[in-house]
């Protein structure tokens, strides 16, 4: 008898089932891969508990109970959207950019990827070590065009001269972030968006939440250097880790700008190789 009841149901099984039941599974992975650590996860966990109420007060035949959670579920699918546009774009973003294709930093030259890894190094070295207050966007491949109108268009040579000019405290473009696109430093003095979560170190300033906001935003890595205490950090897909020094920062980004192919979570797995684990974050 069981053996012709599942005889009976693979029979009925194609090709096309197959296929269908792989890609949807995928999706699913993919969704469950994106949402981790992220506010969404709370939302899944909610969206849990309404579906199981609703099942429930089905079943036991709670009429008011039902009826207000099928007009809450039609609410909350445009509170969804509002609420959530900045992981829901994000999202979009990544699916529009491809996961395993390689970065725009990946691919320059590697005798002038170096030359710009030392400038940079160079500056935040000395940003460190004066406590000067710096805040650096590497643009990766969604290109930050709206956030550099918000400043100022340089286009000029990276060095670690003119990155120290433009963070000195005397000048006009220092309270801005800095914007550098392939291997030039292509404007400064630029708004950020400031990340609105809620998790983050209350110790964190203005420059710190502005870097993760960007990154919540874009593929962009960031370069923090505190004012108050000369600490180096990097922001990174919304995460942060401090207490860099200038050759943790140079390995960092050497595997950013020179990698043949970077994903999502190898970036992250090289930094917690240079830096000896995540020292991170939200600390």
Not at 79 to 95: D, K, N, S, V
Not at 230 to 237: D, H
Request: charged share 25%; hydrophobic share 50%; aromatic share 8%.
């Amino acid at each position: 008898m069981m053996k012709d009841f599942f005889a009976n149901i693979t029979s009925d099984i194609g090709i096309a089932d197959v296929l269908d039941v792989i890609v949807v599974a995928f999706i699913i992975y993919l969704v469950l891969g994106f949402i981790k650590e992220t506010r969404a996860q709370q939302l899944v966990r909610g969206l849990i508990v309404l579906a199981a109420l609703f099942l429930l007060s089905d079943f036991f035949e709670l009429n008011a109970l039902n009826w207000i959670l099928k007009g809450a579920t039609t609410f909350g699918l445009i509170a969804i959207i509002i609420i959530f546009q900045p992981e829901l774009r994000r999202a979009l973003e990544y699916m529009g950019r491809g996961s395993i294709l390689t970065g725009r930093l990946a691919r320059l030259d590697k005798s002038k990827a170096k030359e710009v890894i030392d400038a940079i190094v160079e500056a935040v070295d000395n940003f460190s070590a004066t406590r000067t207050g710096a805040l650096i966007v590497l643009e990766n491949q969604v290109t930050l065009g709206d956030v550099a109108e918000s400043g100022t268009v340089l286009d000029a040579d990276v060095s670690a001269e003119l990155l120290g000019n433009i963070f000195y405290k005397g000048s006009p473009l220092h309270d801005g972030a800095a914007i550098i696109r392939n291997d030039r430093l292509y404007a400064a003095g630029c708004v950020l968006p400031l990340s609105g979560r809620l998790d983050l170190n209350k110790e964190l300033g203005t420059r710190h939440r502005a870097a993760i906001g960007i990154t919540e935003n874009s593929d962009a890595a960031t370069l923090i250097v505190s004012e108050e205490n000369g600490v180096i950090s990097m922001a990174k897909e919304g995460k942060l880790t401090r207490f860099l020094d200038a050759k943790e920062l140079e390995k960092i980004l050497l595997n950013l700008y020179l990698a043949e192919e970077e994903d999502r979570r190898g970036f992250f797995s090289r930094i917690k190789s240079a830096t000896g684990g995540d020292q991170s974050a939200e600390q």
